[in-house]
């Protein structure tokens, strides 16, 4: 267990092994989750990978479905979709 006391501006110092467990870094952004009155604190990079991965996990397969194959595709359709916007 690691403590940290709260400065009169409401700052505290993450603990230095629990800021490397975290992998958190200067200029890093905190995000502070309450889950039925416990609160946790999370590494604000981490979320958005993992939001990242969820959205590629259920996105999964729908590029192919929708005729994209590979880079080029995609890079096409978007050049014939400014085509139309130009007209």
């Not at 800021?19 to 889950?35: C, H, P, Q, S, W």
């Amino acid at each position: 267990m690691e403590v940290a006391r709260v400065t009169s501006k409401g700052q505290i110092t993450i603990p230095r092994d629990i800021r490397a467990k975290m992998n958190i870094k200067r200029g890093d952004k905190i995000v502070f989750l309450e889950d039925n009155g416990k609160y946790f604190l999370q590494n604000s990079a981490l979320i958005s990978i993992k939001a990242l991965e969820n959205i590629q996990n259920i996105m999964k397969g729908d590029a192919e479905k929708a005729g994209f194959n590979n880079p080029d595709d995609v890079v096409n359709y978007i050049k014939s979709i400014r085509k139309e916007k130009q007209k």
